[in-house]
């Protein structure tokens, strides 16, 4: 069965200090991973896709690594604005066009 | 492009209640897909659609129905709705890349639905 897990489950950091977000996952054949942002009160915005291990995105302060296990989203010097709940979810190939979620960290940056 | 809207934003219902929650694209997609969202339980795939006139379940589909006669909409009804419903709902959509049958095309979601059945 296709599983993603994220950890921590919640994350406080201080202004500029940079720390990362993992997101293991357990899946047949990995079709795409990917990483959205979620806002209170509003839908998953996304922010990257990755298609196989080695691979690496950025984004302003993010970047995201894939390995065959897992997935990390490293934030650099995070500023208030940062702050969010971070998906990960994965897409298997026996599962035709089905998302499989983690349960998401939320992050918290104090200025 | 307005991207993925949802409405109503906001709905209450009674037990028993049926209601439908629209989604709409503008942007061409041949998938669509319903997601609930409940605390601790993250975003999961209630049904999904790879074209107007093509369905399929999802991982919680009990309680609800869909249907695809557009590529633009894609609307998720309740027919009797229970407080087990109450929920956050979001639609998403992508491009299905003719990659055989696997859609590894990014999903972009809607603002979102919030439904609190009484």
């Known amino acids: 069965e296709d599983q993603v897990t994220q950890s921590p489950e919640a994350l406080r950091l201080q202004e500029g200090e940079s720390s990362s977000l993992n997101c293991s996952y357990t899946?047949?054949?990995?079709?795409?991973l990917f990483w959205y942002r979620q806002d209170p009160g509003k839908g998953p915005e996304f922010l990257f896709t990755?298609?196989?291990a080695g691979e690496e995105k950025e984004k302003e302060r993010l970047k995201a690594t894939l390995t065959k296990k897992e997935s990390f989203l490293h934030i650099t010097a995070p500023k208030p604005e940062d702050s969010a709940t971070y998906l990960c979810?994965?897409?298997?190939?026996?599962?035709?066009?089905?998302?499989?979620f983690g349960q998401g960290t939320t992050l918290q940056v104090k200025p | 492009n307005a991207g993925v809207t949802q409405t109503p934003k906001f709905q209450v219902l009674k037990t028993g209640q049926s209601m439908t929650l629209q989604c709409a694209q503008d942007?061409?997609?041949?998938?669509m897909s319903w997601y609930r969202q409940d605390p601790g339980m993250g975003l999961r795939l209630i049904h999904y659609s790879v074209g107007a006139g093509i369905t399929d379940q999802g991982e919680v589909p009990n309680g609800y129905n869909v249907s695809r006669s557009t590529t633009e909409d894609f609307p998720l009804r309740l027919l009797s709705a229970a407080p087990s419903q109450t929920s956050v709902y979001f639609c998403a959509s992508s491009y299905s890349r003719k990659a055989g049958p696997f859609n590894t095309d990014t999903q972009y979601f809607g603002p979102g639905t919030r439904l609190t059945v009484l």
């Open positions: 942007m061409n997609h041949e998938y």
């Open positions: 990755l298609y196989s």
């Open positions: 979810a994965v897409l298997g190939s026996s599962n035709t066009g089905k998302l499989i």
């Open positions: 899946v047949s054949g990995l079709r795409g």
